[in-house]
């Protein structure tokens, strides 16, 4: 009787969930520029050849991690435009949840200037709900609803952004840095009656 050598090919999905996971690290930690293939390959067990076989080039798979990471917060945080700081206080919670989505936005604006199109279907609608508030009067008019929403944003992160020069005048870690950012966002989106409609 012969026997036959059965065994399962291995699980390709754990083998992109490893590689995932060691791409986000990596990338997170290094940017674009600085991450190495082969430090994904080997954090996560895998070969170089896997990657490119699952997700294409560096750049791909870097694009695809910043999407998932931009669509993974968009999931967490829903918009709610008619309350812009509750909205600017838990994306600024969840992203001090998640600094590796942070760090991964700083770097695609710095290493990859072009959009990422699940990042872009997340903007979009956010923009929409801001303009259905601003034509219910419940944010400010005067104002363009993207400028309106990366001005939000800017303040969420202002912090992330903000020069070392600036940093290294703070004397600690000040707690209240949730409050402050919707305290400015709320100064920011109030609707005055004095703008144009």
């Known amino acids: 009787m012969v026997m036959y050598d059965r065994r399962m090919p291995p699980d390709a999905t754990e083998t992109k969930r490893r590689l995932m996971k060691a791409a986000i690290d990596e990338f997170a930690a290094h940017g674009l520029a600085g991450a190495r293939v082969d430090r994904i390959a080997e954090q996560a067990s895998a070969n170089k050849r896997s990657i490119y076989m699952h997700f294409g080039t560096k750049e791909e798979l870097f694009d695809r991690v910043v999407g998932d990471a931009m669509a993974e917060l968009g999931r967490a945080v829903a918009i709610d435009a008619g309350d812009l700081p509750r909205y600017a206080g838990a994306l600024f919670a969840q992203l001090e949840q998640r600094p590796h989505v942070r760090r991964l936005y700083l770097w695609a604006g710095l290493e990859r200037q072009q959009p990422v199109e699940?990042?872009?279907?997340?903007?979009?609608?956010?923009?929409?709900?801001?303009?259905?508030?601003?034509?219910?009067?419940?944010?400010?008019?005067?104002?363009?609803?993207?400028?309106?929403?990366?001005?939000?944003?800017?303040?969420?992160?202002?912090?992330?952004?903000?020069?070392?020069?600036?940093?290294?005048?703070?004397?600690?870690?000040?707690?209240?840095?949730?409050?402050?950012?919707?305290?400015?966002?709320?100064?920011?989106?109030?609707?005055?009656?004095?703008?144009?409609?």
């Open 118 to 197: 699940a990042e872009v279907a997340e903007y979009r609608r956010n923009v929409a709900a801001i303009s259905a508030a601003q034509r219910a009067g419940s944010v400010r008019s005067d104002i363009p609803a993207i400028e309106l929403l990366a001005m939000v944003v800017a303040l969420v992160i202002s912090w992330d952004t903000a020069s070392w020069s600036l940093k290294a005048l703070r004397e600690d870690s000040f707690p209240g840095r949730q409050a402050a950012v919707e305290a400015a966002v709320a100064g920011l989106a109030r609707p005055s009656f004095a703008q144009p409609c």
